[in-house]
């Protein structure tokens, strides 16, 4: 990289636009909104779709609801051609479908468009040229006047087809490509030239398309771009003002929501950003932005599963796992206290019985409203905090850790983990808790445990090995645990008492065993807490004594 990179680049000059009215706006409904998955998104790709793959993905544009969609380039090969015939001839877009097909202002494209498009109920005719300064030097070799004469000459052609489309409701759609790099002056005088010849009214408007072709600037300056064009052109109540961003920049979503409070009407993009480079505006993002502040985004992404599934077979892509929205891991929660905040926050939510606004931490919109679920799929890492450790433990092996053992739990796991340099499994963790308590048997280790009781008071006899030494000993109490302890204290082992107690059985794997957790309280005031595992329940809890003694 350069030392000094104002060497080789240059800033992007701003739009003047002192008073600029968009950044006090808010967003209150849906754009129009038109998919160029089967366009832009598919001349992107490695290996572009055969026709039935667009089939099965127009199927599936449809089914999100968009009512427009662009789906191709029908002059530029006979697989684009061929799709588009079968769209029509076979009667798969349903009547309130808008066919978009691009072309650019050739006169032998445009021809073979026209062809493409007969007998097609609805269909947007989208021409291009690129107008910006680089276009038009490197490119094209053309000055400005030169520019605008192609992008005349195309609505010329266009515009003399038309009557052959009889039965065919048309809208017209130009885009000055490389609008975002183009000086709004000129890109302003482009389509106002375009707009002589096509003549929109309010009442049969055209699109004017203002594609960020290259995302060259902050998503501010595009925002510029867009309101200066919306307060400056002529006729602005004749245009539909359209968007179509790229994501050189990474701000695709946010250039296209400054550019709707700019003023636009319509977005253009595709399914996860799909498209040229690092791809063109990600649709399901921008929809459920909208969702998530309460606005019907008017697309369906309920299943957003399903829609992963059929994209990803029929593109060749795959969606990242941190993509918004759709990605693997968008809810799932690594970090203790997230899996912590998201567990309360999901426990308030469904005790009001979902009747107040979301406000779940660290989830922007219930995951089940696009058929995902927040399954708890915990993993711990060294990351994670006593709540992810007690969670793998219970819901894989029933092992219901007292929450003040898991204090002293969580930590001994962490630092395992930590050791480990990676995630760990619920196996692994439970493997873990067995060696810090359940296998412990120095110094202490259980032969046998035998009670009898009487008026109340309960003797007990027990067999030990101490450092494996055989060792006896008797007690007695109000319980068998009292006994226990008592028989200690008589043979001369310092004071302890039981500080909790708990128990349960063990669901699964365990062949019907009970488990025990005691924290013994020393004399010093000292806690530790033990566990113990038994087909018995009166044998796991004196197992889980030898254990608490055994860790102290
Ligand atoms: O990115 C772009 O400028 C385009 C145009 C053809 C609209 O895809
Ligand atoms: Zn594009």
Known sequence: MHKDPAKKYRPFPPVSLPDRQWPSRVLTHAPRWCSVDLRDGNQALAVPMNVSQKLELFQTLVKCGFKEIEVGFPSASNTEFTFNRRLIEENRAPADVWLQVLVQAREELIERTFESLVGAKKAIIHLYNSTSPAQRRVVFGKSKDEIKAIAVQGAKLIKERLPRLQGTEVVLQYSPESFSGTEVEFAKEVSEAVMDVWRPTPQRKMILNLPDTVEVAMANVYADQIEWI???????????????????????????????????????????????????????????????????????????????????????????????????????????????????????????????????????????????????????????????????????????????????????????????????????????????????????????????GKNGVVRCHAKFLRDGKPVELSGEGNGPLAALVHGFGKAGVPRFEIANYSEHALSSGEEAAAIAYIQIKHADGKTRWGAGVDTNIELASVRAVLSALNRS
């Open 230 to 452: 919306c307060r400056n052109i002529k006729h602005r109540d004749s245009l539909i003002i359209s968007l179509h961003t790229h994501n050189d920049r990474c701000t695709g979503v946010a250039a296209t929501e400054l550019g709707l409070l700019a003023g636009a009407d319509r977005v253009e993009g595709t399914l996860f950003g799909n498209g040229e480079r690092t791809g063109n505006l990600d649709i399901v993002t921008v929809a459920l932005n909208l969702y998530m502040h309460g606005i019907d985004p008017k697309l369906d992404f309920s299943d957003l599963g399903s829609i992963i599934e059929v994209y990803e077979r029929c593109t060749g892509m795959t969606v990242p796992a941190r993509q918004p929205y759709a990605g693997e891991l968008v809810f799932t929660a690594f970090s203790g206290s997230h899996q912590d905040a998201i567990r309360k926050g999901l426990a308030e939510w469904k005790q009001r019985g979902g009747q107040q606004p979301w406000d779940v931490p660290y989830l922007t919109i219930d995951p089940t409203d696009i058929g995902r679920e927040y399954r708890e799929v915990i993993r711990v890492n060294s990351q994670s905090g006593k709540g992810g450790v007690a969670y793998l433990l219970e819901s894989q092996f029933g092992i219901e850790l007292p929450k003040d053992m898991q204090r002293e739990f969580g930590p001994i796991a962490n630092e395992e983990v930590d050791r480990l340099g990676r995630e760990v499994t619920g196996a692994e963790l439970k493997a873990m808790f067995w060696r810090e308590y359940i296998e412990r048997n120095k110094p202490w280790q259980l032969k046998s445990f035998e009670t009898e």
